[in-house]
Every structure is written in C-alpha cells, then in structure tokens.
C-alpha cells in the first residue's frame, strides 16, 4: 500500500466524521429531528429550546437567525418573532386589569411589551420596562395593578418561526430589573 492510498483513506474517514459530527450536532445528539433552523442568542447557538437567558431595558438581548443550508448569495429568507409567557407549574399568578383578575400563563401574546428592532438576519428585543411596564404596553389604556413581586426565572418565552412556518425556536428568558439606586434606612454603617 502506497502512502497516496493512506491519505486518500484517511481524508475519506476524515470526511465521514465530520458529516456524523454535524448530524449529531444539528439533531442534539440524535434526540431531535434534523434541523435547518437555529438562532444564535447572545454567542449562544439555540437549536430548539434554550432557558437561563437575561435582557433588561437597558440591556438588550442579540439574536441572529440562522439557516443551516444558505449560501452567503442567498437572499435572507425571513423569520417571525413573537414573545408569550413560558408556563411553569406553580409559578402563575393573577394580574389586574382594571380590577379585573387575568391569569398571566394564559396571557397569548406579550410582543407589544418588548421592542424588537429587526433586521434581515438578526434582532433585538428590548422590554418596555418591568413586569407592570411590559403588561401596560400589551393592555394600553387600561389600568395594570403592580405585579413585580411575582416576577420569575425564565417567564417569558421568544419564539423565532421560520419564513415558512416549519421550524421554530424557544427561548426563555427572564427579565431582569436595573438598579436605580441604593437607600439605607440607618443613620450609621458599622464595620
């Protein structure tokens, strides 16, 4: 055997591993049907569902839409976004709309409440401000009792559709609130 044979050989395994490398990848270690979809959040490559991302309004999150099989020619192809509340057992809670209970998991649509400035192949989304904030930008004009203090970890969810409404991605998230400022209520710090 001669060594162009070896190489051959060798570039051919080569080429085996890396198409099973990026089948595993693409389909989270053959768990999940292949997927031509995914969305880059924050550095982070979300194939299907991702949990554990933050935004604030002062700090927005950065999502870029990807496709799998575009070329760099490829004209963009086009997504939708659109944010609900990510149902978790035991953490709904009743919010009031002029004085009217509303479940907040039953809510069908909260996109209103986030600015998202969209681009061919990425975007932002923004929240309008906290909790109280982004409900009062879904329902305007009508009265949102102060609901923050049931704020929880991951309890909205960005959905990212394809352009043709076959592949779609997850993401939870949390908003997180800024700090204004630091009151002490003590005349005197002792250390």
Request: proline content about 3%; some cysteine; aromatic content about 14%.
């Amino acid at each position: 055997m001669n060594w162009s044979k070896i190489i051959i050989y060798a570039l051919i395994i080569l080429a085996l591993i890396g198409i099973l490398g990026f089948i595993i990848y693409f389909t989270g270690g053959f768990t999940t049907d292949f997927t031509g979809f995914y969305a880059v959040v924050d550095g982070e490559d979300v194939l299907s569902t991702g949990s554990n991302f933050q935004t604030s309004h002062d700090d927005s999150m950065h999502v870029d839409v990807k496709y799998v099989f575009a070329s760099p020619n490829d004209e963009a192809k086009g997504y939708s976004v659109k944010v609900v509340p990510n149902p978790i057992k035991d953490k709904d809670f009743d919010f009031r709309l002029n004085g009217d209970l509303y479940s907040f998991q039953a809510e069908n649509d909260l996109t209103a409440g986030f600015e998202i400035k969209q681009e061919d192949t990425s975007f932002t989304l923004t929240p309008k401000g906290d909790l109280t904030a982004i409900l009062s930008a879904v329902y305007p004009g009508y009265t949102v009792a102060d609901c923050n203090d049931h704020a929880y970890e991951n309890m909205f969810t960005l959905i990212v559709t394809s352009y043709n409404g076959e592949a779609e991605v997850r993401v939870n998230f949390t908003v997180t609130e800024d700090i204004r400022g630091v009151i002490l209520d003590k005349e005197v710090i002792e250390f």
